[in-house]
């Protein structure tokens, strides 16, 4: 049983650097923006955190879920905290302190953290969590998601996979050098859904010498393998050549991965993530909208609902894939030879010559009819990869259709969040 804590005590929340894989999302998710990085880490302030746990459910790697007992006069420091390399033991509290302590170390409740918790969900754990209002997408996975098994390995025990593939999936004559990277993991355990990610180490060290931090890739393969049956998963991967101002710069990772050759190995942390999964019960519907490498995850799901076609169990597939042009859509090939039955593309291209400038956004407009019958269909889920700056368009396109269609959008989105069937990843 938990007792209250005596008023000098503080349950600090940390994030643990051995997980964390930067991702950004916490620092995104935070209402009050309590966390913040540099090069190194990411960290809390607890001059500003009020243990909301908004930050929690989002994280894939399960390293913001992090607390330590500590005087209120005597928290660990930003500092501090900015030059670890792992988290630190418990700190010895004073015995009148301690000995008024009882139960585990865990993070306030949500009644303790002042959150109203009339509209909140809970998670594996029975613990209450923030109102789902307060992101744009899920913190939860559908409900009919296999359960996904994350951190079997982390940056001081990763696991060697060896390279089997590496082929250019846009056409040479573009800027866009996009690889499909395929990686086996010989008799290392590595169960993978689809949805989830893994974070590769790239070798050598940055500009402080400290070893590359992971960086992370969506899995653009299903469960049982890009090549089924055997225990490998597949990447899609851009060669990043520029930075977000458009000025030469060349991306550790990305280069690394795109310039291996078969048979090379590879350092891999991972998996992670436990929302961004696709429902698996019969029937359910999938409305996926991504750009560029945003693919990935849509490909991982398109080809597990392509190896059951037979079965008869699949609901609708509804792409809306954006690019500048066709001939730098990753997988535009394969994409084309689908069946027109199984799976409704729209293809979004916005420096195509030959016809207007299009976006994802503008498409979901245009077939708003069909987005909305999906969007009311309880066993449909909606996934959003790609740019950051997607997310805003798509919502507001989503909205239009619904209030074209004379719905409540709000009400509507704030469903498909609480239910776990509208999930965004984006970078």
């Known amino acids: 049983m938990n007792a209250p804590l005596p008023p000098e005590v503080l349950k600090q929340h940390l994030i643990d650097p051995e997980i964390c894989i930067r991702c950004n999302t916490c620092e995104e998710t935070c209402p009050v923006d309590a966390i913040t990085h540099d090069g190194t880490n990411y960290v809390v302030d607890p001059a500003i955190c009020n243990g909301c746990m908004a930050c929690v459910p989002p994280c894939p790697t399960g390293s913001i879920d992090n607390w330590r007992l500590v005087l209120k006069a005597e928290p660990y420091t930003l500092d501090e905290q900015f030059g670890w390399d792992e988290l630190p033991g418990e700190k010895a509290l004073p015995d009148s302190a301690s000995t008024e302590v009882a139960g585990d170390v865990i993070p306030p409740s949500a009644d303790e953290a002042g959150v109203d918790t009339s509209t909140a969900v809970e998670i594996d754990t029975g613990t209450p969590i923030a109102p789902a209002i307060s992101v744009a997408g899920a913190t939860i996975?559908?409900?009919?998601?296999?359960?996904?098994?994350?951190?079997?390995?982390?940056?001081?025990?990763?696991?060697?996979?060896?390279?089997?593939?590496?082929?250019?999936?846009?056409?040479?004559?573009?800027?866009?050098?996009?690889?499909?990277?395929?990686l086996d993991f010989g008799n290392a355990p590595f169960p993978v859904l689809e949805g989830q990610s893994i974070g590769i180490l790239a070798p050598g060290t940055d500009a402080n010498g400290r070893p590359h931090h992971a960086r992370q890739y969506s899995l653009a393969s299903p469960r049982d393998g890009e090549r089924p049956g055997y225990n490998n998963l597949s990447l899609t991967v851009k060669r990043v050549?520029?930075?977000?101002?458009?000025?030469?710069?060349?991306?550790?990772?990305?280069?690394?991965?795109?310039?291996?050759?078969?048979?090379d190995t590879v350092q891999v942390i991972g998996p992670f993530g436990n929302t961004f999964l696709m429902p698996?019960?019969?029937?359910?519907?999938?409305?996926?909208?991504?750009?560029?490498?945003?693919?990935?995850?849509?490909r991982a799901m398109t080809e597990r609902y392509r190896r059951r076609i037979a079965r008869g169990t699949n609901g609708r597939l509804m792409l809306f894939f954006g690019a500048r042009t066709q001939r730098e859509l990753p997988y535009f090939g394969p994409l084309m030879k689908l069946p027109r039955d199984f799976i409704d593309i729209n293809l979004a291209l916005s420096r195509d010559t030959e016809q207007p400038r299009r976006y994802v956004q503008d498409l979901i407009r245009e077939r708003a009819s069909d987005v909305l019958t999906l969007l009311h269909d309880t066993n449909t889920c909606i996934y959003v990869c790609g740019l950051k700056g997607m997310e805003t368009g798509v919502l507001d396109a989503l909205r239009d259709v619904v209030v074209q269609g004379g719905q409540d959008w709000t009400i509507l989105h704030d469903i498909l969040r609480r239910e776990g069937r509208l999930h965004f990843e984006t970078y």
């Open 141 to 182: 996975p559908p409900w009919s998601a296999a359960h996904p098994y994350v951190n079997l390995y982390a940056h001081k025990t990763p696991v060697t996979a060896t390279v089997v593939g590496n082929y250019r999936v846009t056409d040479d004559d573009t800027d866009s050098d996009i690889h499909h990277i395929v």
């Open 280 to 298: 698996n019960h019969a029937g359910a519907n999938l409305m996926m909208i991504c750009t560029g490498t945003g693919s990935a995850p849509m």
């Open 241 to 263: 050549t520029e930075d977000h101002q458009g000025q030469p710069a060349k991306g550790v990772c990305s280069n690394y991965l795109c310039d291996l050759a078969k048979n």
